[in-house]
């Protein structure tokens, strides 16, 4: 398929080198729009209070790549109506450091945003993200995003599964479908590992804030999280924990369904 690629870490990260070249080698043709810098827990949002730059460049992918000094929603959104030279058959957005589950962080996230921009421009897309610890997420923050060799071959792993599950999730899904395939890969992550469908699960996270410090400002920090799920379907955060793929079809017409 000819596939548009964004993220969320940015044009830098390693998470969406893998995913470029695992889903070259399943043969797919892409085109690489990425954030400049890091633009995490930004949502859908899109940059509208001062001009956004784009520019090609060249970082050895082998495809066409560019870089937006904007959002992730802002990368796939001037992608579509200025860049590509051709009309791409899908988005997909990843692979994002840490998971993206639950109803508390997906739709906070900058990952699912990238792929959402692509449905509303009525394309098949999907989010990717890989889970790991906080302790390995702070490591990786200290080091330039250099994953150690587990993570590494876990990364690989997991971009592999993705590439094999593009093509059919996304084909499956019809234009204007205003649905997003929302993986999540456990740590570690194996070539054997299962693929279970899930639901969001049902989170509250107070207290993202520190208190106010003396110039009054108020940090963000890694909270509680509350799960108030209600008994019934596998949910994303439980799947993960066991182990397994998480696969969550996150279809945005139900939004106010009664």
């Known amino acids: 398929m000819k596939l548009l690629v964004t993220n969320d870490d940015g044009i830098g990260s390693v998470f969406l080198h893998e995913l470029i070249f695992a889903l070259q080698a399943?043969?797919?043709?892409?085109?690489?729009?990425?954030?400049?810098?890091?633009?995490?827990?930004t949502?859908?949002?899109?940059?509208?209070?001062?001009?956004?730059?784009s520019a090609p460049v060249?970082?050895?992918?082998?495809?066409?790549?560019?870089?937006?000094?904007?959002?992730p929603s802002d990368c796939v959104n001037i992608a579509i109506a200025h860049l590509l030279p051709e009309k791409v058959e899908g988005v997909v957005s990843g692979i994002n450091m840490g998971f993206n589950c639950s109803l508390g962080f997906i739709l906070a996230s900058g990952t699912v945003a990238g792929a959402w921009e692509g449905a509303l421009h009525g394309l098949p897309a999907m989010a990717l993200s890989q889970d790991v610890s906080e302790e390995v997420y702070a490591h990786l923050k200290?080091?330039?995003n250099s994953p150690d060799p587990e993570l590494l071959a876990t990364l690989k792993i997991?971009?592999?599964?993705?590439?094999?599950?593009?093509?059919?999730?996304?084909?499956?899904?019809?234009?204007n479908s205003f649905t997003v395939h929302n993986l999540n890969f456990p740590f570690p992550c194996r070539p054997d590992t299962l693929v279970q469908r899930t639901v969001p699960a049902h989170v509250q996270a107070p207290g993202l804030?520190?208190?106010?410090?003396?110039?009054?400002s108020h940090r963000l920090i890694w909270g509680d999280i509350i799960d108030v799920t209600p008994g019934g379907p596998l949910t994303d955060i439980t799947c993960l924990e066991q182990g397994h793929i998480s696969?969550?079809?996150?279809?945005?017409?139900?939004?106010?369904?009664s």
């Open 247 to 257: 696969h969550a079809v996150l279809d945005y017409r139900r939004l106010g369904h």
């Open 26 to 41: 399943a043969g797919h043709q892409l085109y690489v729009v990425a954030p400049v810098s890091e633009q995490s827990w």
């Open 158 to 175: 997991s971009a592999a599964h993705a590439a094999r599950l593009a093509g059919p999730l996304l084909a499956a899904l019809p234009p």
């Open 142 to 144: 200290e080091h330039g």
């Open 58 to 71: 060249d970082r050895g992918f082998g495809c066409p790549t560019w870089t937006v000094d904007g959002t």
């Open 43 to 53: 949502g859908a949002s899109k940059t509208r209070h001062r001009p956004v730059k």
């Open 209 to 216: 804030f520190t208190p106010a410090a003396a110039d009054s």
